[in-house]
């Protein structure tokens, strides 16, 4: 079955791929009107959570800023599958990166390090980083239920060289990396929500106690890996340019979960500055009303 879906799926996927972005794109004001005004996918939860997160805007400010949300939430699904066909040279002009001299002074300083970020403005085409550094460069990433599909996402990243690596694995791949002294560069989204059996911090996020993820700060801790935040915007649509800052690079100075919050803050920056932008059809709050007092 699964070997059925994908022959069904992809060869359509393919052909979109190869088709420019400006048309890409405007099928994308397309889907629009169709996902916001008729399917509404997830549009209660988006919805709720931007009345969450910004108590004081009033009902039509969030609806704007769930319109455009919807409008970017289709171009970076669009630019998802793009990304199957793409060429290091288009992917070059689309994406840039700002200080990426602190990733080369690691590199000359043969040090591996973590590259952490959030679902923010497209978080899928950060793979381009890759191609400006000599890192071994690898991807924590959700792997997919269809064998089949899962296969060409990671052959489509091994294009960038970049190595997808299942959450579960990633911990034995650090380990036997920094055995081998192998450089590396493992790239994070930090901002997921954590089950809550797997809970060992709650914070505030966005005004919000939630659980959060600490499994970076402990893999950085142990290994004493530098932690590299990535910062993408927007410049305009199709475009898109990281912003590299480094957190520390002296992990195991810091007490428990002081570099968790650090990445909270700036995560928290980003939004508020540009909050149609975030991936809000995840429920990041939907543990709120279990936070311990």
Not at 75 to 95: G, N, Q, V
Not at 121 to 147: D, R
């Amino acid at each position: 079955m699964q070997f059925l879906v994908f022959i069904l799926i992809y060869p359509l996927i393919w052909l979109l791929s190869i088709l420019p972005l400006r048309v890409l794109h405007f099928m994308s004001d397309c889907f629009y009107y169709l996902l916001y005004y008729v399917i509404r996918y997830r549009k209660k939860t988006v919805i709720g959570n931007l009345t969450l997160a910004f108590p004081e805007k009033s009902d039509e400010e969030i609806k704007i800023i769930s319109k455009k949300f919807y409008s970017h939430f289709i171009d970076i699904i669009i630019e998802m599958i793009k990304s199957f066909t793409i060429s290091k040279k288009e992917i070059a002009k689309r994406y840039k990166a700002v200080n990426i001299d602190i990733l080369h002074q690691l590199e000359t300083q043969q040090k591996s390090a973590i590259f952490l970020g959030a679902h923010y403005a497209n978080w899928e085409w950060v793979f381009a980083i890759n191609l400006l550094i000599k890192f071994n460069g690898y991807a924590v990433y959700k792997k997919l239920k269809n064998s089949f599909f899962d296969k060409k996402i990671r052959q489509s990243r091994g294009r960038f060289n970049t190595t997808l690596v299942p959450t579960k694995e990633i911990f034995s791949l650090i380990e036997e990396n920094h055995d081998k002294h192998k450089i590396s560069l493992y790239g994070f989204l930090g901002d997921q929500s954590p089950k809550i059996n797997k809970t060992h911090y709650w914070s505030d996020f966005l005004g919000i106690k939630v659980p959060i993820h600490t499994g970076v700060e402990l893999l950085s801790k142990k290994h004493n890996l530098p932690v590299v935040f990535f910062k993408t915007k927007r410049i305009k649509r199709g475009y898109y340019e990281s912003t590299i800052k480094l957190l520390t690079d002296k992990p195991k100075d810091f007490e428990n979960y002081q570099i968790t919050e650090l990445f909270l803050r700036e995560v928290e920056a980003q939004i508020r500055e540009a909050p149609e932008f975030y991936l809000w059809t995840h429920k990041r709050f939907k543990h709120r009303d279990k936070a311990p007092d």
